[in-house]
């Protein structure tokens, strides 16, 4: 099922679409609480997802519950915040790095939420090692069950590793392509794929550790499959 939230220009809206493929048409459902664009969205389970900031600028979240249509108020971020990179990482805890808010380009701030057994509230990570310079619209991917991998995001290639364990990021020798991402990622055949603006569909490999490529149209089959939010193993 595919959802369209928020968004709007120059202002922005609570309406929230779902798209109805037999039809190919847009149906309203619930609205959300709080009306918001650069938001950044997470699937928390198969029934429901989160909206997270957004502009203007918030530190509000709301989970939307498809079987109930229903919306229901998150605890707050620690601070207001647009385009921020977010994962749920093994379908337990929420990631919430870097972003834009009232005066800052570049919120530093990272923070994680626990989902399971339930949805707790936000905590600042406070890094043993910090090599990164997170930004605005970065792109988080599940490497392995220790690691995230972030692509800068901001018009940047650099990428970076954030190890759980040791509860440092690190750099990435390996670049992409500059982009400004939208959280949207996907794993194909041992690939990561994600969004970029200007409808840029960017493809990495982990295991070559060289440039990303850059689609400018959509590179897959009608009814191939594609897998959102799923670990990948190099």
Known sequence: RIFVTGGG????????????????????????????????????SAKSFCVVGGFPYTNTCELYDITKNTWTDMKPLSEVKCVVGLLLFERKTLYCFGGCSVGINNVKTLEKLEVTPALGKWE???????????????????????????????????????D????????????VLADYFINCQYYI??????????????????????????????????????TPHKTFTP
């Open 164 to 175: 759980k364990k040791a509860n440092k990021i690190v750099s990435n020798p390996a670049k």
């Open 189 to 226: 055949n041992g690939s990561i794929w994600t969004f970029g603006y200007n409808a840029h569909i960017h493809k990495y490999d982990p295991l070559e550790k060289d440039v990303s490529k850059r689609y400018t149209s959509y590179p897959f089959k009608q009814d191939q499959e594609i």
């Open 9 to 44: 220009w120059p202002g922005s809206i609570t309406d929230v679409s779902e798209f109805i493929e037999g039809t190919q048409e847009m149906k309203k459902v619930k609205a959300m609480n709080i009306r918001r664009r650069d938001h950044t969205i997470a699937r928390i």
């Open 124 to 162: 600042k990570i406070v890094l043993a090692e910090d090599k990164a310079d997170v930004t605005q619209c970065a792109a988080l991917f599940q490497f392995s069950s220790d690691e995230i991998l972030i692509f800068k995001g901001n018009g940047n290639p650099d990428t970076y590793m954030f």
